[in-house]
C-alpha cells in the first residue's frame, strides 16, 4: 500500500473511534440523565404515605403502559418529519400532514396524563398534591434545562394546569 492510503485508513480509523465514542458518551448521558428522574421521582413519592406512593406508582405505570403504542407514534412521526426535512426536494404538504399528525398524538398523550393527573389528585390531600406538583414543575422543562438553561423562559415558569 501506498503512503497515501495508510495515511488515509489510519485517519480514517481514528475519526471512527472518536464518533464512536461521542455517541456512546451521549448515550451514557442520556441513560443517566433517565436515571436521574427516575430516582427522582421514587424518592418525592416516597416521602408520601405508604398507601398515597403505592397508587402513585401504580397510577403512573398505568399512564405509561396505556400511552407506550401512542410514544411509539410519536417517535415515528419526529423520524418521518427529520427526513421530510431533510429530503432533497422538501414536500410541504407532506410535512403539514406530519405536524398535525404529531400534535395530535401528543395532545392524546397529555390529554389521558391530564385525565390521570387529575383522577389522582381528588384521591391526595393537599399536601401530597404539593409532592405531584413539584414533579410536574421539573419535568415541564426538562429539555432546556438539559441544554444548559436552568430556568424556564419568563412567563412559562408554571406547571401544567392539570
Same mark, same amino acid.
Request: aromatic share 4%; glycine share 4%; no cysteine.
Given at each position: 500500500m501506498s503512503k497515501k492510503i495508510? $495515511?488515509? &485508513? $489510519? =485517519? @480514517? =480509523? =481514528?475519526?471512527?473511534v472518536l464518533l464512536l465514542g461521542v455517541l456512546i458518551g451521549m448515550s451514557a448521558d442520556d441513560y443517566k440523565d433517565h436515571r436521574n428522574r427516575r430516582a427522582e421521582f421514587r424518592s418525592a413519592v416516597d416521602k408520601l404515605? *405508604?398507601?398515597k406512593s403505592k397508587?402513585?406508582?401504580k397510577t403512573m405505570r398505568g399512564l405509561h403502559k396505556e400511552t407506550r403504542k401512542t410514544r411509539n407514534e410519536v417517535r415515528k412521526t419526529r423520524n418521518n418529519i427529520n427526513k421530510i426535512i431533510s429530503a432533497p426536494e422538501f414536500d410541504g404538504s407532506a410535512y403539514d400532514k406530519e405536524i !398535525?399528525?404529531?400534535?395530535? &398524538?401528543? @395532545?392524546?398523550i397529555m390529554y389521558k396524563f391530564g385525565k390521570v393527573t387529575k383522577k389522582l389528585a381528588v384521591q391526595l390531600e393537599q399536601d401530597e398534591r404539593k409532592v405531584i *406538583? !413539584? &414533579?410536574l414543575k421539573k419535568r415541564t422543562f426538562k429539555h432546556q434545562r438539559h441544554d444548559g438553561h436552568p430556568k424556564p423562559p419568563k412567563g412559562l415558569d408554571q406547571p401544567p394546569p392539570f
Amino acid at each position: 500500500m501506498s503512503k497515501k492510503i495508510k $495515511t488515509v &485508513l $489510519t =485517519i @480514517s =480509523i =481514528i475519526l471512527n473511534v472518536l464518533l464512536l465514542g461521542v455517541l456512546i458518551g451521549m448515550s451514557a448521558d442520556d441513560y443517566k440523565d433517565h436515571r436521574n428522574r427516575r430516582a427522582e421521582f421514587r424518592s418525592a413519592v416516597d416521602k408520601l404515605p *405508604a398507601d398515597k406512593s403505592k397508587l402513585v406508582k401504580k397510577t403512573m405505570r398505568g399512564l405509561h403502559k396505556e400511552t407506550r403504542k401512542t410514544r411509539n407514534e410519536v417517535r415515528k412521526t419526529r423520524n418521518n418529519i427529520n427526513k421530510i426535512i431533510s429530503a432533497p426536494e422538501f414536500d410541504g404538504s407532506a410535512y403539514d400532514k406530519e405536524i !398535525e399528525n404529531l400534535q395530535r &398524538l401528543q @395532545s392524546e398523550i397529555m390529554y389521558k396524563f391530564g385525565k390521570v393527573t387529575k383522577k389522582l389528585a381528588v384521591q391526595l390531600e393537599q399536601d401530597e398534591r404539593k409532592v405531584i *406538583a !413539584e &414533579l410536574l414543575k421539573k419535568r415541564t422543562f426538562k429539555h432546556q434545562r438539559h441544554d444548559g438553561h436552568p430556568k424556564p423562559p419568563k412567563g412559562l415558569d408554571q406547571p401544567p394546569p392539570f
